[in-house]
Nanobody
Framework: QVQLVESGGGLVQAGGSLRLSCAVS????????MGWYRQAPGTQRELVAT???????NYADSVKGRFTISRDNAKSTVYLQMNSLKPEDTAVYYC????????????WGQGTQVTVSE
């Protein structure tokens, strides 16, 4: 089993910043991807950012230059630094863990609400 606990969401004004954290525990595998999806009511789920074991990263075009994903393997925690937030960033953000070698399935955190006011 894999458990993910998210924190760091909240309400901010446009142009502000938030830092999301996702702590993962359980039966983990060395080769994996972690990151965040987000979903707002009435919209499709969007992959925001991904970081692979080893450090390579990918971002949605809509957040490039504003968001930074990182991981602290010693703490088994992934971070998403979100700067220059826009109202269209408002969504529930879900952390995920995906084994890429030696395991199966996708695992999700409980979600954290990010709201950006005009």
């Amino acid at each position: 089993q894999v458990q993910l606990v998210e924190s760091g969401g909240g309400l901010v004004q446009a142009g502000g910043s938030l830092r999301l954290s996702c702590a993962v525990s359980g039966r983990l595998f060395d080769i994996n991807a972690m990151g965040w999806y987000r979903q707002a009511p009435g919209t499709q789920r969007e992959l925001v950012a991904t970081i692979i074991s080893g450090g390579s990263t990918n971002y949605a075009d809509s957040v490039k230059g504003r968001f930074t994903i990182s991981r602290d393997n010693a703490k088994s925690t992934v971070y998403l630094q979100m700067n220059s937030l826009k109202p269209e960033d408002t969504a529930v953000y879900y952390c995920y863990y995906r084994p890429l070698l030696g395991g199966t399935g996708n695992y999700w955190g409980q979600g954290t609400q990010v709201t950006v006011s005009e």
